[in-house]
């Protein structure tokens, strides 16, 4: 699938209104840097200094003037109305609509949660295309930004402070994105990633994400749900069928299934499960992942089993 | 003292001057020109220091997924560029320049406060020293110049070994030199509104000083805004006193308001001496008076007034309310109206001129371009919905350093060349001013340009590094080689500036053929400035001298008007 990462390839109509506003505002500066260049470099060119040419002792004109505010005047007053119209255009009132998805940012991860379904995820996204949907979001702790770069605008998540979005996605696709108000340490590995998908293929997503976790099948994953029990995983992350207390950490339940580990900043496959259980710190520095002192047959354990969780 | 041998005692370098041998006649002083020398020297020291940890960080950002800097460093890095530049190193350096020409361009004796001049300047090199001590302590602040709340909290704010002292540090540090500058700004406006003999009048002021008056106004309403918020977070910090803290009914954006309440009038802070220094520039270089007076100083006026209307498009991306998003993009998009004045009254000084293009005019030429380029980027931030978009991005820290440096260091610059024949009695190499300009021109333009284009790519500032997303490596491995060139712009004006103190040329009084009052006296000036002030019939006394001279052919001052101070 593409990964569409760019504020010029809009994926929603809201971006799209927004490229075309950054167009004409663009648009409108380009002429006036080319007017404001070309007279500079005329000025420099046709009156640089030779013998023989005294320079003119001139030093006002009103109506120059009148002109040289009038006419920016003009432009602004244009720019604005540009803006007031897309403005509407993006964000109409919300008059207290349930959101479809709400996401609530972390020292360094995305809790998400699906209000209509009760579904509750983490770091990726998932949306169905063509639907008005109203996210919302919202901090655990210090202030972070949303940002989608193909989907248009970003948004300060500010604790005690909730903000809302309307998207309407166009494209199918996977969209990159990351947390864009400086954060902390692991400011730069908070990563979003956005699985645009026909309205069918995101209702079984959902379906599938609202099952508990997969029950161990093997001794080795019997092990590991011991591992996670007992090295005190249990008291931040929650699997959905085995314990659901732990709130401060990622949702596990599907953690299988998804792409990436540690929002973004591992693709997910054993060998970096492993690496991260290991030294989470090393992996991602700043993490508000302890150091359990895994062995390493309980790491294999614990591994074997979340790997599993699809 | 007789007036006439003046120029035959005066002295040929500023190394040569008896006052000045003693290190005790420095740290004691109450003289405007040391004192705006110390300003102009130290900010010199911490512009090194804030080049230096630019290029660290264009270094770090060389290539994806580099981990040459942990982000720990990183992040102390870039909040210390920024907090340096803009407290430590460009606004003390334009208060400097204020400092030392604000009375030798009124024809005054010295500043109205002598003492606490020099306490300014004192205050301000103790809370730069401070700032700079929390690097030994091993956590300087790592949350950004902005130090958004609640990063700085105590629960936050701390590593693994201590509990973010670098946050105090910078508390106390910003309160010493806020202090100092709000001093300033006040021996500034009561020496302009007092000092100036009596045929200065308003409509005859150098345009350098309205703007630095003007400047100083915004001082003392802005710096206080700063204050108050530091006290408050410091008040958070150790009194438990919960103003930023969500949970117990604060509101971190309560921080955000202060802080742009205070941010946005200082990037104008940042701007209007420079265009006070282009303002006395461009005249001077095109031989023609400057266009249009009565409307720059209305357009500087207006801007000051202005920039206490704009501090929440900072803020568009907060989901504030929509009334308040139109007000604010509205007074935002307003204020380019005078900036507009000022460019395109640059402009008319220049046509019809004679222009030589000396390092200084060459300084101001690609100011107005690169200003102007600014200046746009930021009428695409007042469009509110665009503002959603590439706010927190490279697009941003593209735009501002449009500003500030292609804008502000551009005409400091421009009033190195122009002025440091008059402070030390020496010109600069113009020939290696020359080379800089253009290493700067290019090296800058290089740097930043293309950092729009990978705002616009997706990238959001304040990483220490970036995943290998399209066109990110190449754009950055660009930003970064420019930056280098950048660098070595800067090396050499730093180069040209101790040199030329010893080989420079020695220079005249009046080098450039200026025609405001500091060029009626010796280079360097005598310690009480003036000897006798020419009459003041306009605002180029020393051109109607002239012209005076030419029809009279007298080489005496006329006595009529002239003052003994």
Same mark, same amino acid.
């Not at chain 2, 300014?120 to 401070?130: D, E, K, Q, T």
């Not at chain 2, 991306?317 to 009334?323: I, K, L, R, W």
């Given at each position: ?5 760019? *504020? ?51 030093? +006002? ?105 309307? %998207? ?7 969209? @990159? ?36 976790? %997969?029950?161990?099948?093997? *001794? ?6 011991? *591992?996670?029990? +007992? ?29 990436? @580990?540690?929002?973004?900043? @591992?693709?997910?496959?054993? +060998? ?39 | ?60 950002? /060389? ?149 630095? $008056? ?75 008076? /400057? ?15 202005? $920039? ?243 029809? $009279? ?13």
């Amino acid at each position: 699938m593409d990964k569409f990462t760019s *504020v010029l390839t809009p994926a929603t109509k809201e971006a799209s209104y927004i490229l075309s506003s950054f167009y004409i505002v663009l648009g409108v500066s380009v002429i006036i840097f080319v007017i404001v260049a070309g007279l500079v470099v005329y000025a420099t060119i046709r009156f640089r200094r030779r013998s023989g040419r005294e320079a003119k002792q001139f030093s +006002e004109n009103f109506w120059l003037e009148v002109l040289w505010i009038s006419i920016p005047l003009l432009i602004v007053a244009g720019l604005f109305m540009v803006a007031v119209r897309t403005m509407s255009l993006v964000n109409p009132p919300t008059l207290g609509d349930t959101p479809d998805l709400t996401v609530v940012a972390h020292q360094w991860w995305w809790e998400l949660h699906y209000p209509r379904s009760g579904v509750t995820a983490a770091n990726e996204i998932h949306l169905p295309v063509g639907k008005h949907l109203l996210l919302k979001f919202e901090s655990a702790d210090v202030i972070h930004g949303f940002w989608v770069p193909a989907f248009g605008q970003k948004i300060d998540v500010i604790p005690g402070h909730p903000n809302t979005m309307w %998207l309407t996605i166009t494209r199918p696709g996977r969209y @990159l994105g990351t947390c864009s108000s400086f954060c902390g340490l692991g400011h730069a590995d908070m990563r979003i990633q956005v699985f645009a998908e026909s309205p069918e293929e995101f209702k079984a997503w959902l379906a599938h994400e609202r099952q508990p976790a %997969l029950p161990p099948r093997t *001794v080795e994953e019997k092990k590991g749900v011991q *591992v996670f029990r +007992e090295k005190n995983c249990i008291n931040c992350h929650s699997i959905a069928g085995l314990a659901t207390k732990g709130r401060e950490a990622p949702d596990l339940t599907h953690v299988g299934s998804r792409t990436t @580990l540690a929002a973004g900043t @591992l693709p997910n496959t054993s +060998e970096n499960l492993a690496k991260w259980l290991r030294n989470p710190q090393a992996v991602k520095k700043g993490t508000r992942m302890p150091d359990t002192g895994l062995t390493a047959d309980q790491i294999k354990y614990l591994t074997t089993y979340l790997e599993g969780l699809k | 003292m007789s007036n006439e041998n003046s120029t035959s005692e005066k002295a040929g370098s500023i190394l040569e001057v008896r006052e000045y041998k003693s290190l005790l006649s420095w740290l004691s002083s109450v003289d405007h020109k040391q004192i705006g020398i110390m300003y102009i020297t130290t900010s010199l020291l911490f512009l090194l220091v804030g080049v230096a940890l630019a290029m660290v960080m264009r270094t770090q950002l /060389i290539k994806p997924n580099h981990h040459w800097l942990s982000p720990e460093t990183y992040n102390q890095v870039f909040t210390m560029h920024g907090t340096t530049m803009v407290f430590l190193a460009v606004m003390p350096m334009l208060t400097g320049f204020m400092v030392y020409f604000t009375p030798l361009m009124i024809g005054a004796r010295d500043v109205s406060f002598p003492r606490m001049n020099a306490l300014a300047y004192w205050l301000y090199l103790m809370g730069g020293i401070l700032i700079y001590f929390s690097f030994l302590t091993g956590d300087t602040l790592h949350a950004g110049w902005s130090a958004y709340a609640p990063l700085t909290s105590v629960n936050y704010s701390m590593n693994k070994y201590l509990v973010g002292t670098g946050v105090d540090y910078w508390i106390i540090g910003l309160l010493l030199t806020g202090a100092g500058t709000i001093m300033t700004a006040i021996n500034i406006l009561v020496t302009v509104v007092d000092l100036r003999p009596p045929d200065m009048k308003l409509t005859r002021i150098p345009l350098f000083v309205w703007m630095s $008056s003007i400047n100083a106004v915004l001082m003392v309403l802005a710096l206080p805004a700063l204050n108050a918020a530091l006290v408050m977070l410091f008040m958070d910090r150790h009194l438990n006193a919960l103003f930023f803290n969500t949970s117990a009914g604060g509101n971190p954006l309560l921080w955000e308001h202060s802080f742009w309440f205070f941010g946005h009038p200082e990037v104008y802070i940042l701007i209007l001496p420079g265009f006070g220094i282009i303002s006395e520039v461009i005249p001077v270089f095109s031989r023609k008076p /400057i266009f249009g007076y009565a409307f720059m100083t209305a357009a500087t006026v207006a801007i000051g007034f202005l $920039s206490f209307g704009v501090w929440a498009h900072h803020m568009f991306a907060t989901g504030m309310n929509f009334t308040v998003y139109y007000v604010f993009a509205l007074s935002t998009v307003l204020i380019a109206v005078p900036t507009g004045i000022k460019i395109f009254n640059w402009i008319a000084t220049m046509w019809g001129g004679s222009i030589s293009f000396d390092t200084a005019m060459l300084f101001c030429i690609a100011f107005i371009i690169q200003f102007t380029i600014g200046g746009l980027s930021g009428v695409v931030f007042a469009t509110v919905p665009v503002d959603w978009e590439l706010t927190h991005s490279y697009f941003v820290v593209a735009h501002f350093h449009y500003t500030l440096l292609g804008g502000t260091i551009f005409t400091v610059m421009a009033g190195f060349y122009y002025w440091y024949p008059k402070i030390t009695g020496r010109m600069l190499f113009e020939g290696l001013g020359k080379i800089q300009f253009w290493l700067m021109v290019i090296g800058f333009n290089g740097t930043f340009f293309i950092l729009h284009f990978a705002g616009l790519a997706g990238m959001p500032r304040r990483v220490y590094t970036y995943p290998d997303l399209p066109h990110l490596a190449t754009i950055n491995l660009i930003s970064s080689c420019f930056a280098y060139v950048l660098g070595l712009g800067f090396l050499l004006f730093f180069i040209n500036l101790v040199i030329s103190l010893f080989k420079g040329k020695p220079a005249n009084d009046n080098p450039w053929g200026g025609w405001t009052l500091e060029w009626a006296t010796s280079s360097p000036p005598p310690a009480h400035n003036f000897d006798r002030i020419p009459p003041i019939r306009s605002i180029r006394p020393l051109w109607d001298l002239e012209q005076s001279q030419k029809q $009279s052919g007298a080489a005496a001052l006329p006595s009529h008007g002239g003052e003994n101070v």
